[in-house]
């Protein structure tokens, strides 16, 4: 078992002891993901490019900033897990199509463009 | 190395390929993990919660969400790539203490309230 | 002046006389508004659609939801104000296309499919 | 009628002409203005500062900026109509609460920290 797999259980049983399975539906999950991107956004909201460049490992902002991605992780594979998706599988079959899709030739230094 | 830590390589090695590192700035990442997390809630926006919960796995919503789930899981590994932050073991530090903050006979079929 | 211009206005003074303008670039505001749309989604997160149907204006989540709706139209209305864009009259543009390409008879009770 | 009032109205017999106001419940239309907030951040999201500033109003980037903003100001006013909010009024409550609590020599060029 990988550490991530050994993860999904462990929060499997961390729900399934508190009878906490009755809210894990995909809206709710989905709702849930966006209030730890959120405290995500506000922690780099105000910063420049600089700033958290330079982020030290050590600094309040690291520390923060894994504390909610690790938030983000969470409910990301509770709802892969309720959904019986393997988001590792899922995730290098999107490689697997980026790198068809963008050209190493033609995508040089160039970001796709959302426009 | 585990799935995780090799699927983190190998978008490490797809964005160096390309020249695409100098858009990988945390802010710029968090954006782009917006955007995904956007279409996974697109999905499930106007489903009440028993259509989807009867979703098939060879359903197309079944293989649009592993798509979107796929989307958020990269943008979050290389934004932890990018910090220097190992979400796995973030992840388990953020369940070691969710474990002390809800004791299961308190917490049983209670979720915690947000408001 | 409208009570949306006059609000616009206002917010526009507030940040002057902080100096905070330097903050208020698209990007910044759109983390920014990710945070508190973030909050709105925590408020609703693991309630079912009766709990929140129900919801009496004297509650928490009526005073909590009107907070969370107000930052987030405070931040929109900025980011609007910042790009020199209309909100309103945008939003009426949108309705009028949403008009043409959403016929009353052939959407009668059917949400738009997203999938 | 403000502006804002009449788009709500608006808004309001165009969802019931088609039946829709089954759908606009708070959790769904919280998950609809994530997909429009997703769509906006991926607009900037690999921007760097100097270009979004430039941004000509003619331009494609400010015409999409305009239509995903209408979008999030839609599905906001909306919510607000459905949980019986004015949404102005609550902003203007939170700038009452805004200017107490960030007096202007205090926090003159200072982004409030959320670290």
Known sequence: MSDLEALTVRYQRFS??????????PRSLILALMGEVGELAELYQWRDKEAELQADPASQLHQRSAEELADVLLYLIRLADVLGIDPVS??????????????????????????
């Open 16 to 25: 399934a002891e508190r009878d906490w399975e009755q809210f894990h539906d």
């Open 90 to 115: 899922a995730a290098n079959r999107k490689l697997d199509v980026a790198e068809e899709r963008f050209p190493v030739d033609q995508y040089l230094g160039q970001a796709p463009d959302k426009t």
